[in-house]
RNA sequence: CGGGGUGUAGCGCAGCCUGGUAGCGCGCCUGCCUUGGGCGCAGGAGGCCCCCGGUUCAAAUCCGGGCGCCCCGACCA
């Protein structure tokens, strides 16, 4: 149910992923269904989750000098027309506001769908000198597109999400920043959310409206679907011709600035869901779990229940002291065992248990939600239990992430032909030679409904005829069904 | 926008065909009992039956119109 306890089991997630999904956002309490058709509520548990990531991120992007910034939610209408792919891009899926204390504006203000253009406009009043370069500002805030088919998490009509937009005097320079974010964000999935990446150039019909280069990291879902982790632009000069966005170099000759814009969206919860997420619930990885540990107490008598809370009190205050993001379930009239379910739905990595047993021997029980039933619990004595749950939270990240990149590997298919290629995206990644024509990559999605997902940065090499047309192709590509 | 479905308690649904006291499961509240993998018993609260109109002594039910939501397609960082 959607506002209440983990009380049902999901769907297998194997026979109806989809569903799977939508259930276990419900049951998590990660988000829930807005009164507006495609909006999302996020609750506390999935905000928490939320604010990890922001941490984890924005650390990384203040140790590279970036700033945070905060732009307005309304633009004027004409400010989205100045650059012409941009529009083209956006004119379908944008709000617009028309009336405004209950009179017709005299120009109508769209809601933000990204803020290129509100930034460009105000960069070409702060930007005058080749010493006000290289700008690094981010923003985090939500952004709205009108999108037709929704999903929580996934593709919503508002979603919260972070924007980085630099400036800087060279085309090097503001290339070197697109793939210093984009090995950023490779970081930030690998090592926190502990999702393997494939870091990658978008096609000219994938790429951004406006950008000259889009890369963005693609990964592998658990039903085999690609999902784009986040995007990194190289935006030339096209914003700051259409902004004006100029500057005076060191000859005193006027030049446009080239920019970048990159951005990871709360689609990464979804991600998490997806790749790590099994039939019992979800599966956080430690880095960014709101708790990392929930301690579980079981008594019968009175007496018990005060031993138990007692130091199952204490053990909470020791972990907490370590360092550990740790709660204690003091929940009455749940039982064990409904607590147990109730945490594993909802991800948390280690389960401490503990009854009138454990504490006779000075004892707890260590359960690991990444491997379940009895295999995954080990009795600790409580002297070790901090130092044990350290030990274990850093296996369960690298364990999480392991099986994810093993998962990915057996379902990337190195197809050398057209028929390779459509029984390879069936069921997973196919990774072939492409000529890089907008012919055959159209003739592949529309034959196959799989789209060219990236061109891989790293390359086996050498050459081989395009899975398509069988011209010389020197590059690989990764075609596959995506979100 | 096209095709299909659906709207009744917080959630999931039955009732509608054949008009006549609005029901079931889960959840919620109270008490007792229980608690090492989703305890049990008893009592209780909770309704604009999507909206507007029509037919009728009488409409959740029949008729007409509207609206919302879901799925599929088209579209889509």
């Not at 057996?410 to 990774?431: C, I, Q």
Request: charged share 25%; aromatic share 10%; hydrophobic share 40%.
């Amino acid at each position: 149910m959607a506002g209440g306890m983990a009380d049902e089991k999901l769907p297998k997630r194997s026979e109806d992923f989809s569903e799977w999904y939508n259930q276990l956002v419900l049951k998590a309490q990660l988000a829930d269904y807005a009164p507006v058709r495609g909006c999302m509520i996020v609750r506390p548990y999935g905000w928490a989750l939320w604010e990890n990531i922001q941490q984890a991120l924005d650390q990384r992007f203040k140790a590279t000098g970036h700033q945070n910034v905060a732009f307005p939610l309304l633009i004027p209408r004409s400010f989205i027309d100045k650059e012409k792919h941009h529009v083209e891009g956006f004119s379908p899926e944008l709000a617009v506001v028309t009336i405004g204390g209950g009179e017709e504006l005299a120009e109508p203000l769209v809601i933000r769908p990204t803020s290129e253009t509100i930034i460009g406009h105000m960069w070409s009043k702060w930007i005058q000198s080749y010493r006000d370069l290289p700008v690094l500002m981010n923003q985090w805030n939500s952004v709205v597109r009108w999108e037709l088919r929704t999903k929580l998490f996934l593709r919503t009509l508002e979603f919260y999400w972070q924007e980085g937009h630099t400036a800087h005097a060279t085309r090097e320079e503001a290339e070197f920043e697109t793939r210093q974010m984009l090995d950023t964000y490779t970081d930030f999935a690998v090592n926190d959310a502990a999702i393997p990446v494939i870091p990658g150039r978008k096609s000219d019909s994938e790429k951004f409206a406006g950008a000259d280069t889009t890369y963005s990291l693609e990964a592998m879902m658990g039903d085999r679907k690609a999902l784009q982790f986040c995007t990194s632009h190289f935006l030339g000069q096209n914003f700051s011709q259409a902004f004006e966005v100029r500057y005076l170099d060191q000859n005193g000759e006027l030049q446009h600035c080239w920019t970048t814009s990159w951005g990871l969206s709360t689609r990464v919860i979804g991600a998490i869901i997806m790749v790590h997420g099994d039939d019992q619930g979800l599966v956080l990885p430690p880095k960014l779990a709101p708790y990392q540990a929930v301690i579980v107490p079981i008594f019968k008598t009175d007496e018990e229940k005060t031993a138990v809370l007692d130091t199952a009190r204490k053990l909470k205050a020791e972990l907490a002291k370590a360092n550990i993001r740790v709660t204690l379930d003091e929940r009455d009239g749940q039982s064990p065992g409904w607590k147990f379910n109730d945490w594993e739905m909802r991800g948390v990595p280690l389960r401490v248990e503990l009854g009138p047993k454990d504490v006779a021997k000075q004892a707890a029980v260590l359960a690991r939600r990444d491997r379940p039933g009895k295999e995954g619990k080990v009795s600790v004595p409580i002297a070790d239990l901090a130092a044990t749950v350290e030990r274990l939270l850093e296996e369960i990240q690298q364990a999480l992430h392991d099986k994810a990149l093993a998962f990915r590997k057996s379902n990337t298919h190195d197809a050398k032909t057209y028929e390779d290629l459509k029984r390879a995206v069936e069921n997973g990644f196919a990774f072939s030679f492409w000529c890089g024509s907008a012919e055959c990559e159209a003739k592949i999605k529309e034959e196959t409904r799989a789209t060219m997902r990236c061109i891989p940065l790293e390359q086996p090499g050498g050459s081989g005829a395009c899975v398509s047309c069988g011209q010389l192709a020197t590059e690989r590509a990764i075609f596959g069904r995506a979100y």
